[in-house]
């Protein structure tokens, strides 16, 4: 889109005055400006003046737009190259991949248990002698499709070695003596706080810093017991709000809270700063998706070719090797040497080395892997050749996955009652949503169906994981959909229900 708007600032300003716009053209020129209104990318003082210019020029055809009109959307776009180019600029490495694994999240988990902790502790820190207990722990469930707090855990915990609280201790949380006194072991906690937790399936751990999820291990080898979070995942929030951007170093929670614009509820105790730093989140996951937006708008402004190259790519290493007159091997491997030096006999198919390690490094899906010795590349999935048998690790998720369709697509799935691999020889799934939902729009209206895969896991229905994070079954039967999801302009998975023959009715 940006490119777009920076080629309307010269095709206006060179426009004829009095001159009215073709149909399609001005079409154009608006859906450019509700763009800058709408995008989350751009200040809140740029989208208020782009919203202005779109209510001005609303009901009226471009024969009708003063030279004033025409001045005013020549600034506006020149103002959002600018202001694009700023937040791009921002963008580094790090913070691009903090976003794509954060973002992430909320399609592999159904909740996040944030958690947080109170520990014995005393006013010298020097004091090595001192062994930190936890003393208190509070968790705040997050829904992740809304990332509301749906369910909070607290509960008060007796130490076994230091007994008595340090009177900087009793300050600093304002937990009494006789709170610990009333207080049920670790042990005992720990036991209730993991069948709390096992209320809700599918579950990541996450807390301010890596302390908590330390000081819960280190409790649990004291009990000699297992840690109640032992089986889960953990993330480290602080760092992710770090490599997002909002913040450098030096800073605690209640700064965080304060950069996104919320108050800070009671501080040092267990239950309100779990709530405060589960708070964060929806700010996070924002940061993350604007990020996102904008890396894409980015590569779109410098990736036709090697897209338009990657697609020719793409069709020799997976389907008609033999067109660029050369050969695979049962791993999908292929000599680069005859493969560049074939496609150089057709001028308009050329690929050079250089355009091909950047074609590889530059490739949004990963596609492709060369070698570790650069003599050979290959595709590392969707083949239809049935000689190529990829050695894909066995895995058994335990997170959602899901395949992207289009409506089109959707039917014949639903007639078959199956996603089949049809030429592939696998069937492709994907834990990042706006991945499938970028596949589904290929072809179409984008649909995106949510793949049971712990059902698939009990089954006993083998799933793969290719080198380049894609997930690959043979076939997928419907009774092993848990959701399908039409509109995808939506925020939420769309209502409905299951009948007791496991077949989806759609509300």
């Known amino acids: 889109m940006i490119k777009k708007i920076t080629g309307w600032i010269e095709a206006l300003e060179s426009k004829k005055p009095n001159k009215a716009l073709k149909t399609t053209h001005e079409r154009s020129v608006k859906r450019c400006i509700d763009y800058c209104a709408t995008h989350r990318g751009f200040s809140s003082e ?55 694994s954060f973002f992430k999240l909320r399609n592999k988990y159904d909740y996040f248990f944030v958690v947080d902790l109170e520990m014995t502790c005393t006013e010298d820190r ?47 949380t304002n937990i ?53 979070i032992e089986n889960l995942d953990n993330l480290n929030l602080k760092t992710f709000f770090k490599n997002l951007g909002f913040s450098g170093k030096g800073f605690g929670l209640k700064k965080a809270l304060n950069i996104v614009g919320l108050e800070q509820g009671e501080a040092h105790r267990a239950l309100s700063d779990a709530i405060n730093t589960a708070k964060l989140l929806p700010a996070m996951f924002e940061k993350a998706e604007i990020f996102l937006d904008e890396s894409d708008s980015l590569k779109y402004l410098n990736t036709k070719t090697i897209n338009s190259k990657g697609r020719l790519l793409t069709f020799i290493l997976r389907h008609k090797p033999e067109d660029a007159g050369v050969t695979l091997n049962d791993q999908g491997w292929c000599d680069i040497e005859p493969l560049l030096k074939n496609l150089k006999k057709g001028q308009q198919n050329k690929i050079t080395l250089n355009e091909l390690f950047e074609l590889v490094e530059n490739d949004d899906e990963s596609r492709f892997q060369i070698s570790p010795d650069g003599k050979e590349i290959r595709c590392l999935q969707g083949h239809s050749l049935s000689y190529v048998k990829i050695d894909f690790v066995t895995v058994k998720p335990e997170f959602n996955l899901f395949h992207g369709t289009s409506d089109v697509g959707i039917k014949g799935i639903m007639n078959d009652k199956s996603i089949k691999r049809m030429s592939r020889n696998f069937v492709q799934l994907t834990d990042d949503i706006r991945k499938a939902k970028k596949i589904g729009a290929r072809h179409g209206s984008p649909v995106i169906i ?58």
């Open 46 to 100: 740029f989208n208020n003046a782009a919203h202005k210019l779109q209510n001005e020029i609303e009901n009226r055809s471009s024969d009708n737009w003063t030279i004033d009109t025409y001045e005013k959307i020549i600034n506006l776009f020149k103002s959002s190259t600018k202001e694009i180019n700023d937040s791009v600029s921002l963008i580094t490495n790090e913070s691009l991949s903090a976003a794509k």
């Open 126 to 172: 020097t004091d090595k002698q001192f062994l930190m207990e936890t003393i208190e722990i509070g968790c705040a469930v997050v829904d992740s499709n809304n990332l509301k707090i749906i369910s909070t855990f607290k509960s008060f915990v007796k130490p076994s070695k230091n007994k008595t609280l340090t009177p900087f201790c009793k300050k600093l």
């Open 176 to 228: 009494s003596q006789d709170d610990i006194n009333k207080a049920d072991d670790f042990t005992t906690v720990s036991q209730n706080f993991k069948v709390y937790l096992s209320q809700f399936q599918n579950g990541l751990f996450m807390a301010w810093g890596s302390g908590d999820d330390k000081q819960l291990k280190q409790d649990a080898k004291l009990n000699t017991i297992d840690s109640p």
């Open 450 to 507: 949510k793949i049971d895969t712990r059902s698939m896991n009990r089954d006993n229905i083998a799933i793969f994981k290719s080198e380049n994070g894609v997930f690959l079954t043979n076939n997928v039967p419907a009774m092993y959909f848990s959701e399908i999801k039409y509109n995808i302009a939506d925020e939420y998975w769309p209502p409905q229900k299951k009948e007791a023959n496991n077949q989806l009715v759609y509300i």
